[in-house]
C-alpha cells in the first residue's frame, strides 16, 4: 500500500493537479479479449472509476493516454467524465509533454501510474511516478512507489485516496456519503 508514512510521497501529492493513468494494465487487469466478431472487450474496477469521481470532485483533474485505441476506452472516460483522453499514443511522454502544454501544468504537478516500458518515461519525469503492484519489474524499480492493488483491481483507486489523503480531501470526500 502506498504509504501514508512517507513524508517524501506525502509532499509529492500534494502538489498534484493531474493524474494521468495508462489503461490496459492500469484501469483493467491487462487481458485484451477478442470477440468472434472481431470486436474488443475490457474490464474495468467499479472501485477504481468511483475512486477517479471523487478525486475529480475533490479538484484534481484526470487524463488517460493510452498506446491503444479502443472505443471502450473511450466510452469508459466519458462516463467517469475524463475530458482528458489520448489513444493510440506508445510515445506516452511526448504524449504527456502536449497534454501538459495545453493545460498550462508541469511536471510537479502530475501524478502518473503506470504498468509497463511504455509508461517508464512518464513516471520517471512526474513528481509523482507510480506503478501498480503487477507492472513490469524493471517499471516497478523505477518508479517512486508501486501500489499494493493490481492493476483493474483497485490500484487507481489506492492512487487516488493516498493523493487525496495528502491534500486533506479524502474524508470530506468519503463523508459525503454518509
Not at 134 to 143: C, G, L, S
Amino acid at each position: 500500500m502506498l504509504n501514508l508514512n512517507n513524508i517524501d510521497l506525502i509532499q509529492r501529492a500534494r502538489s498534484v493537479r493531474l493524474l494521468v493513468l495508462d489503461v490496459d494494465g492500469v484501469l483493467t487487469d491487462g487481458k485484451l479479449y477478442f470477440l468472434a466478431d472481431g470486436s474488443e472487450a475490457k474490464a474495468f474496477s467499479t472501485l477504481d472509476g468511483q475512486g477517479i469521481k471523487m478525486l475529480m470532485n475533490s479538484g484534481v483533474n484526470v487524463a488517460i493516454i493510452t498506446g491503444r485505441t479502443s472505443t471502450i476506452v473511450e466510452r469508459r472516460a466519458a462516463n467517469l467524465g475524463i475530458m482528458h483522453l489520448i489513444q493510440g499514443r506508445e510515445d506516452k511522454r511526448t504524449a504527456l509533454d502536449e497534454l501538459l502544454s495545453s493545460l498550462q501544468l508541469s511536471y510537479d504537478q502530475v501524478a502518473y501510474l503506470g504498468d509497463d516500458l511504455p509508461d517508464l518515461a512518464a513516471i520517471r519525469c512526474v513528481v509523482l511516478g507510480v506503478a501498480v503492484a503487477n507492472a513490469n519489474t524493471f517499471v516497478r524499480q523505477h518508479a517512486l512507489a508501486v501500489t499494493s492493488l493490481r492493476g483493474g483491481e483497485g490500484a487507481a483507486r489506492e492512487l487516488c485516496e493516498f493523493i487525496m489523503a495528502a491534500q486533506d480531501t479524502l474524508n470530506a470526500a468519503q463523508n459525503a456519503y454518509l
